[in-house]
């Protein structure tokens, strides 16, 4: 159920043309959502930009689409949180653009946090690399924060929850939307273990200006930025030019000179982001004292591998092998190395990809770290 205060700033926000701005100016004129309200809209003051607010029709109590959308926000149980709640993320209200409301589906939002974008179309390293930092950086209790979207975000949110860490997705739709459709089951997940958050109405679609928008909101909320994977043009380079503008550390993966999901990356790294190879850059960085103490847990996990599963492992890396090679590598025939490889593929060790070709799994760090 909403509260007064929620059905007040909703019903501002859902003015047609009042806009971020409107609000927010709003808000500092008359103190809350609900004094304005007590003000007609012609005793309005003019507000930034020149927007004639006096034209402007706020929905009634019983407009159709307010009703509508407070019960969709009831249905998913999402919470409306003002510019002016006690529990604004501190973070959003140091830059320029702040947004005037967040709407809030799951836990509300603490602590430290990374943001971790990049390519869509990912690389089978770029995800290896994607879930083996995050992994780390969720085990020691700092939020990793996304868009949702495919490849990257989507690996970086599910190394999070895989752990039982806290992950946020920032949407550039409405909170009752999922994009891309097939990340439903993902963004579930998240609203039941970590947060969903969108600065736009219930019922948004998912159109190419919001993303900028919400990119300004993924790296607001964090301490650090880490690019995975990116071309020259690519929306991530948009969150790293925000994550600069607002004062966040920048760290990039670099790739191959040949590969185009590097050439972003790459750049980045000559402008003097961050390098990175392991969660260890990014925490010596912002989070030091965790640093050590991260490392000594990733090695805990050779404990449940036998000697010739972590000798498997050590064969393994985040570039794709064929089962034959492994066997070569590993002095076995297929068909006995094939029983092997799926107990690991079990027990999180590895990553089967199509055409027979493995993967080390993050779960896989500590016995790496440990047999070399």
């Not at 809350?32 to 003051?45: D, G, I, K, M, N």
């Not at 000559?270 to 260890?280: D, F, I, N, P, S």
């Not at 036998?306 to 064929?322: A, C, G, K, M, N």
Request: net charge negative; charged share 20%; proline share 6%.
């Amino acid at each position: 159920m909403l509260t007064t205060r929620e059905r007040a700033w909703l019903r501002l926000h859902l003015t047609r043309g009042l806009g971020r701005l409107g609000l927010l100016h709003l808000l500092a004129v008359y103190g809350s959502a609900e004094e304005a309200l007590l003000h007609s809209v012609r005793q309005w003051p003019q507000a930034p930009g020149g927007r004639r607010m006096a034209l402007m029709a706020v929905p009634a109590e019983n407009d159709p689409l307010l009703l509508a959308t407070i019960e969709t926000l009831e249905q998913y149980g999402v919470r409306i949180v003002a510019f002016d709640d006690a529990d604004y993320p501190p973070l959003l209200r140091t830059i320029h653009d702040p947004p005037a409301l967040l709407y809030q589906r799951g836990r509300p939002l603490t602590g430290d946090a990374l943001a971790v974008v990049g390519a869509r179309k990912a690389s089978s390293s770029g995800l290896y690399l994607t879930t083996q930092i995050c992994t780390v950086i969720a085990r020691c209790g700092i939020s990793i924060i996304s868009g949702l979207a495919r490849g990257i975000d989507s690996a970086a949110h599910r190394a999070a929850l895989d752990v039982g860490g806290h992950t946020v997705a920032i949407l550039g739709c409405g909170i009752d939307v999922t994009y891309p459709p097939e990340n439903l089951s993902l963004a579930e997940q998240i609203s039941a273990h970590g947060t969903l958050l969108s600065e736009y109405p219930p019922g948004t679609p998912p159109l190419a200006g919001h993303f900028p928008g919400r990119n300004r909101i993924i790296s607001a909320l964090s301490r650090g930025v880490l690019i995975v994977e990116a071309t020259e043009k690519s929306g991530s380079l948009i969150t790293a030019d925000f994550a600069l503008e607002q004062g966040r550390d920048v760290f990039a993966i670099p790739g191959a000179v040949t590969a185009s999901n590097s050439s972003g990356v790459n750049s980045l790294l000559k402008q003097g982001a961050h390098l990175v190879t392991e969660a260890r850059d990014i925490l010596d960085i912002l989070w030091p004292e965790y640093a050590h103490g991260a490392v000594n847990s990733a090695q805990t996990d050779t404990n449940i591998y036998t000697d010739q599963e972590v000798s498997i492992i050590r064969q393994l890396s985040f570039e794709p092998q064929h089962i034959d090679d492994l066997a070569r590598k590993c002095g076995l025939t297929p068909m006995e190395l094939s029983v092997t490889l799926l107990q690991l593929e079990l027990r999180g060790g590895l990553t089967q990809l199509p055409g027979m070709r493995y993967i080390r799994a993050s779960r896989a760090i500590g016995a790496r770290q440990e047999s070399i």
